[in-house]
C-alpha cells in the first residue's frame, strides 16, 4: 500500500468511502468533496492498495483558526494554505479494512507532513468511543465540542506539535 495527496479525479472514490464510513448525516456529499478537493486537494491524504483500490483516507483545510467550526465542512473557501492548524475532518477507512493499522498510518503521515510544513499542531472532533484512539497518537481530549455536526456529541481534541 502506498500514500499519495488526491486530485479531482478522485472525488467519486473518496465519496463513495466517506458513505461506507459515516451515517448520512454526517458523511461529506459528493459535491463537498469535489469542493473540497478544489481548494484543497493536497490536504487529503489517500491510502491505496498498490493496483489503486482507495482502502482509506484523511481530509482536511488549514487555517489559523484553532478550533474547527462546523461551518468549515461546508464552506472550502475558508481553507488557508498558510495556517498554522491542520484541521481533519474524517477518517475514513473501509470496514474491510479496519483493525489493520490502515487509518493509523495515514495519521502519522497527515501528522508528519503538518509538522514538516511547519503548521502549530493538529484539530479534530470525534465521537467519545474515539478519545482513546486519537489519545495514541499524542492528541489531548479537550471536552465536548461546539459542533453539532450530524446531531451527535463531539469531543475537541489537539495534537500541539
Not at 472514490?13 to 469535489?34: D, G, R, S
Not at 482507495?54 to 467550526?69: I, K, N, Q, Y
Request: proline share 2%; aromatic share 10%.
Amino acid at each position: 500500500m502506498h500514500i499519495r495527496t488526491a486530485s479531482l479525479a478522485d472525488a467519486a472514490a473518496l465519496a463513495a468511502v466517506e458513505a461506507a464510513c459515516f451515517p448520512p448525516a454526517e458523511a461529506a456529499t459528493a459535491a463537498e468533496i469535489t469542493d473540497r478537493l478544489a481548494y484543497y486537494a493536497d490536504h487529503f491524504w489517500l491510502l491505496e492498495e498498490d493496483d489503486g483500490t482507495l482502502v482509506s483516507f484523511v481530509d482536511g483545510m488549514t487555517t489559523d483558526e484553532p478550533t474547527l467550526r462546523d461551518e468549515m465542512y461546508e464552506n472550502a473557501a475558508l481553507h488557508d494554505e498558510d495556517g498554522t492548524w491542520q484541521m481533519i475532518f474524517g477518517v475514513n477507512t473501509l470496514p474491510a479494512y479496519r483493525c489493520r493499522g490502515c487509518a493509523g498510518a495515514v495519521l502519522e503521515r497527515v501528522i508528519a507532513d503538518a509538522r514538516a510544513q511547519g503548521r502549530r499542531g493538529c484539530v479534530l472532533t470525534c465521537k467519545d468511543k474515539l478519545v482513546h484512539y486519537y489519545e495514541k497518537f499524542g492528541f489531548v481530549n479537550e471536552g465536548v465540542s461546539q459542533s453539532t455536526h450530524g446531531g451527535v456529541v463531539w469531543y475537541d481534541m489537539r495534537l500541539t506539535f
